[in-house]
């Protein structure tokens, strides 16, 4: 079964530390993956989309690595803000016959708050 | 910025009731997407449109739900008639040509089933 696994559920830091949002999903045979940022009562709003051929990709203070052997990617955030508190998820767009499945299957997320 | 738009943002309605759900994709997406979140169970999707022909609705109950694209516009999601587990808040999103497009999310429908 094609699953997608992030812990920890919930995580809060001090402003400024940098830190490390972990996902991991069963079955290597992945197409992407996305991170999605949630606020509360909003939308998701897309960060990073990394392609199944690609280690990484970085935006500002934000670098998502992709490692399909281990079956894990990584959400890097450097020099957290307050403004970073947000419900961070990770979505898996798993290969299919003839190209992407399409849908996007999530985890449940990690709920991170940034003290100032 | 172009936005996926969708309505109602929050519905409450009693049991038995039909409901109607709308989204307008993004201008030039050819996939769209609606997907039910709940705290127990997270993001799950419910069905699946590409150039507005359904590819996957097994996330549905067919008994009572309904997904269409009456054109490239609009998508709906009708739920007939509506039970209290249906109380989730319900996201459209859309998706341009090619797998490697990310998919872009509306701000939801909150929905209450009294």
């Known amino acids: 079964k094609q699953e997608v696994t992030q812990i920890p559920a919930a995580l809060s830091v001090p402003e400024g530390e940098n830190l490390v949002l972990n996902c991991s999903f069963t079955?290597?045979?992945?197409?992407?993956l996305q991170w999605f940022r949630q606020d509360p009562g909003k939308g998701l709003t897309s960060l990073l989309l990394i392609q199944s051929s690609q280690r990484e990709q970085t935006s500002g203070r934000l670098n998502a690595s992709l490692d399909k052997s281990s079956g894990r990617s990584t959400l890097y955030i450097a020099a957290s803000q307050p403004g970073d508190s947000a419900t961070y998820l990770c979505a898996v767009n798993w290969r299919t016959y003839g190209g992407s499945q399409g849908n996007l299957i999530f985890g449940k997320g990690t709920k991170l708050s940034v003290k100032p | 910025d172009a936005r996926v738009t969708q309505t109602p943002r929050h519905k409450v309605t009693e049991m038995g009731q039909e409901v109607t759900m709308r989204c307008q994709p993004i201008l030039g997406h050819n996939t769209v997407f609606w997907y039910r979140q709940t705290m127990m169970q997270g993001l799950e999707l419910l069905a699946y449109f590409r150039n507005r022909a359904p590819l996957d609705d097994s996330g549905m109950p067919k008994d009572r739900f309904s997904a269409e694209m009456p054109d490239a516009t609009l998508a709906t999601l009708k739920i007939q008639p509506s039970e209290p587990r249906d109380s989730a808040v319900y996201f459209c999103a859309s998706g341009g040509g090619g797998g490697n497009q990310p998919q872009h999310f509306g701000d939801g429908t909150r929905l209450s089933i009294l």
């Open positions: 079955d290597s045979a992945i197409y992407n």
